[in-house]
C-alpha cells in the first residue's frame, strides 16, 4: 500500500474517530466583531429607550430562542456567517457578553444606528458607529487582561473577523427625512456620501489601533426598495424608489474605492466589500430561483405592502414566511437572510464581493 493511501486512511480513520467522540471542528477565525444597525442587532437595544425593538413576538417566531431583540423572524445574516464559520453557537451582543464569551466575538450592533451621531434620533436611544467602536475598546481591555498581555491579545485579535454594515439609517433615518434632519439641504448626494465616508474611516482606524485586521465591509442595500418606502413614495407599491437607491449606490461605489486605498494604505491588514447591494437585487429581480413569491410587501406590518407600521406585539405574522423577501417594513426574512449571508460568505457571482469573498478573508 502506498505511502499517499496510508496518510489518507489514516487522516479518515482520525476524522470518523473524533466525530464518534463528539469532538469538534475549531471555528476557522478564533473570534467574529460585528458592528451594525437593526439589519444584525441581536439584543443590544433590549435595554435601551429607543422604539427600535424587537424583543416581542412575532419576532423571533422561528428562532430557537423566540425573541431576542432579532429584527426578523429567525436568523440575521451575520448569524448565517457565524455559523458558516463554524462558531457553535451566535456570537453574544455586547450587552451579555461576558468573561471567557467575548473571545469568541461580540455583536455591538444597535438598531436606528448609523455612522453619524444624529441619526436615528427620532427613534430614541441608539448606539451610533462611534459609541460601538467605544464598546469594542472596552472589550479589547478585558481580552487584554484575559489573555495576560497586550501583545498576546494583539495577536489573537488580528486573526479575527470584523464587518461593519452601517450607512442605512444615515439614509433612511436622516438624509430622506427633511423634516427632521436638515443633512439633505446642507449636501447634495455626493457630498453626503463623501462626509459618511470620511466619518466612516475615521471609525476603521480606531478599530485597527485596538488590533483589528480583518475587515468585510458590507454595503447599504436597496433601501429605496423596502416596503416602508413603497408604501410612502412609490406609485405603484412595487416601483423601487430610485432617488433613494442612487444615493446608496453612490455609498457604496466610495466604499467599495475605499477598500483599494485602505489595502494599499495598511499593509498588514486585509479589508473587503461585500456587496449586499447587488446580492439583494438579484434576489428581488429572480425570485422564484430562491423560492420567492413575494419581494415588495412586509410577512408582518400594518397599511400599504404592510410598511406603514412595523409588526406589532403578538401580531399574527403571515404563514408563508419563506416566500417573502421581507419580514416587516424594513428587515429581511430569515429566507431572504439566508441566501444573503451565504453569498456574503462564499461569493456566488464576480460582483458579491470585492477583493474577495468572507470565507477566502479567513484563511488570509
Known amino acids: 500500500m502506498g505511502v499517499v493511501m496510508k496518510k489518507w486512511l489514516f487522516l479518515c480513520m482520525i476524522t470518523v474517530l473524533s466525530l464518534h467522540n463528539g469532538t ?5 477565525v478564533p473570534c467574529y466583531f460585528i458592528f451594525g444597525d437593526s439589519l444584525v442587532d441581536n439584543g443590544n437595544n433590549n435595554q435601551i429607550a429607543s422604539l427600535a425593538r424587537a424583543n416581542y413576538l412575532p419576532y423571533g417566531i422561528d428562532f430557537p430562542g423566540g425573541p431576542t431583540g432579532r429584527f426578523s423572524n429567525g436568523k440575521t445574516t451575520v448569524d448565517v456567517i457565524a455559523e458558516l464559520l463554524g462558531f457553535d453557537d451566535y456570537i453574544a451582543p455586547y450587552a451579555q457578553a461576558r468573561g471567557q464569551d467575548i473571545l469568541r466575538g461580540v455583536n455591538y450592533a444597535s438598531a436606528a444606528a448609523g455612522i453619524r451621531e444624529e441619526t436615528g434620533q427620532q427613534l430614541g436611544g441608539r448606539i451610533s458607529f462611534s459609541g460601538q467602536v467605544n464598546n469594542y475598546r472596552n472589550t479589547v481591555s478585558q ?22 454594515g452601517l450607512g442605512s439609517n444615515d439614509y433612511l433615518n436622516n438624509y430622506f ?34 488590533g483589528a485586521r480583518k475587515f468585510a465591509l458590507i454595503g447599504v442595500g436597496q433601501v429605496g426598495c423596502s416596503p416602508s418606502e413603497l408604501a410612502q413614495n412609490s406609485p405603484d407599491g412595487s416601483s423601487c424608489v430610485q432617488r433613494i437607491n442612487v444615493a446608496n449606490e453612490i455609498f457604496n461605489t466610495g466604499l467599495r474605492s475605499m477598500v483599494d486605498e485602505l489595502n494599499q494604505n495598511q499593509p498588514d491588514s486585509r479589508f473587503t466589500y461585500i456587496n449586499a447591494y447587488g446580492i439583494f437585487q438579484d434576489l428581488i429581480s429572480r425570485p422564484a430561483f430562491y423560492g420567492f413569491t413575494n419581494t415588495n410587501s412586509g410577512c408582518c406590518g400594518i397599511g400599504r405592502n404592510n410598511g406603514q407600521i412595523t409588526c406589532l406585539p403578538l401580531q399574527t405574522p403571515c404563514a408563508d414566511r419563506n416566500e417573502h423577501v421581507f419580514w416587516d417594513a424594513f428587515h429581511p426574512t430569515e429566507a431572504a437572510n439566508i441566501v444573503i449571508g451565504r453569498r456574503s460568505y462564499a461569493a456566488e457571482s464576480a460582483s458579491d464581493s470585492y477583493p474577495y469573498d468572507i470565507r477566502r478573508l479567513a484563511q488570509l
Do not use: F, H, W
Not at 24 to 28: F, V
Not at 143 to 164: F, H, M, Q, R
Open 24 to 28: 469538534k471542528a475549531q471555528p476557522q
Open 143 to 164: 481580552v487584554v487582561n484575559l489573555l495576560g498581555d497586550e501583545d498576546t491579545a494583539g495577536d489573537y485579535l488580528s486573526k479575527c473577523i470584523y464587518s461593519i
Open 177 to 210: 427625512m427633511p423634516t427632521i434632519y436638515s443633512s439633505s439641504r446642507r449636501y447634495n448626494v455626493q457630498q453626503y456620501a463623501d462626509v459618511l465616508l470620511q466619518q466612516y474611516k475615521q471609525q476603521l482606524v480606531t478599530l485597527y489601533n485596538y
